[in-house]
Every structure is written in structure tokens, then in C-alpha cells.
């Protein structure tokens, strides 16, 4: 049986439905993507060997080379409620619109009675804010670092524990991990400057916290460092 002979050619595929898709998936993640605000210190951690990475819901203390005391909440809900019973304690008022933005916030250095004008500055202006000492921490006169560090801790907390309760609820699995503490510091910070931070946690009776460190050879881990009573 002899067979058809075929059409000489190769085949065509249309392209266009392909090349609209690709355009509508880039669309959509530029409108929907929100863009991470710059940190208001940039620290260069020393490095180890470590290969721990960074929990995602964290408490974190920065320092930077001159002392100055950062700190940053990475839970949104724990961050404005902590902001809220700061600003209680301290009498210093935020209105509605300061409290999105200082969500949006990763961390803060100044004296909360300067936050206000520090959230309602722009991205540029908050690079040269003044004065950008970082958080005090004394811990008799102005111990505004240790509460920060135990109304975020304390908040963070419940909304961990508010929505696993939530996910067992629904029968489903939390994937999040509970917050966890950590202290990042430039490598050419004083020892006096991540002591008195130390100091800080062992008096809010947290004995339990990483230290950042640079993975050698690039890239961000976690030494993990255990204080017991």
C-alpha cells in the first residue's frame, strides 16, 4: 500500500499565546511584589564555618562598629503591637499611618521620642537622620532596648502561638518556627559595646540566642550560642 506523500515543510508553532503569558506573569509580580525597605546601618559580621541560615521569625539586635544598637522585629503583627504597649509606656502617640509605615520598618536605632519623625521621614532622609545614636540601653535611666526586646519577645510569641493554634484548627501543619533571638554585629565592634547587649537578654532572663556571623566565602549564617543559668 502505498503511502501519502507528505507536505514539505517543518511545522509552525505559534508563539504569540506563549510571549502574552510571559507578559501577564511579569505584570502581576510587579504589581504585587513589595519591595524591603534598606536597613539604617549596614554591618560586615565576622565569618565562620557555620551553615546555619537565618530563622524567618526572628528578634534581632544590630550594632554596628560604633556601638550604635539597632533593633528590628521580622513578624509585622508583633512589630506594631510591641510598638503599641512602647508607646503606652513612653507616652509617645503614633497615628494610624506611622504604624503601617513602621511596619514596613526592618529595623529602627533612634530614641522612640525621635521615631515618629523618623517614620514619617523618607528612605533618603533616614540614611542621614540625626540623631541616629541607636537605642538606649541603659538600663537604669533609659532601658528602652530592654523593653523593646521583652514586648517584641512577648508579642512574637503569642502571634506564633495564635496561629498555630489557628493552623491545628483549620487540620493543617504550621511550617513557621517560633521566634528566636539573634545579635548581629560588625566584625570591628567593641567586645564592651555586644557585652552590654548580652547584659540586656540575661537580665530579661533570655539565655538563649544566635550570634550573626558571615559564612566564609560569602553568604549570611548563624552561630548558635546557649546561655544557661
Not at 129 to 147: C, Y
Request: hydrophobic share 35%.
Amino acid at each position: 500500500m502505498s503511502k501519502k506523500p507528505s507536505k514539505g515543510g517543518a511545522p509552525s508553532l505559534d508563539m504569540t499565546p506563549m510571549v502574552d503569558l510571559a507578559f501577564l506573569l511579569v505584570t502581576f509580580f510587579m504589581l504585587t511584589a513589595s519591595f524591603r525597605m534598606a536597613e539604617p546601618v549596614t554591618v560586615d559580621p565576622p565569618s565562620s564555618i557555620g551553615d546555619v541560615t537565618l530563622p524567618d521569625n526572628h528578634i534581632m539586635v544590630t550594632i554596628d562598629n560604633n556601638g550604635r544598637v539597632f533593633f528590628g522585629i521580622s513578624n509585622t503583627t508583633a512589630k506594631i503591637a510591641a510598638l503599641e504597649k512602647m508607646s503606652t509606656k513612653y507616652g509617645v502617640k503614633f497615628t494610624p499611618e506611622q504604624v503601617k509605615k513602621f511596619s514596613g520598618l526592618p529595623s529602627i536605632g533612634v530614641d522612640i521620642k525621635d521615631l515618629p519623625r523618623y517614620i514619617d521621614a523618607t528612605e533618603n532622609e533616614r540614611t542621614n537622620f540625626q540623631p541616629q545614636k541607636g537605642i538606649p540601653n541603659d538600663s537604669l535611666k533609659n532601658p528602652q532596648l530592654k523593653d523593646w526586646i521583652a514586648n517584641g519577645g512577648t508579642e512574637a510569641v503569642r502571634a506564633y502561638t495564635e496561629a498555630k493554634e489557628k493552623a491545628e484548627a483549620a487540620g493543617q501543619e504550621l511550617k513557621a518556627e517560633k521566634p528566636r533571638y539573634a545579635i548581629k554585629c560588625d566584625g570591628k565592634t567593641k567586645y564592651i559595646f555586644v557585652k552590654d547587649v548580652v547584659k540586656t537578654f540575661t537580665d530579661l532572663k533570655i539565655y538563649q540566642f544566635n550570634l550573626i556571623t558571615s559564612l566564609e566565602g560569602g553568604g549570611t549564617v548563624l552561630d548558635q550560642e546557649e546561655k544557661k543559668k
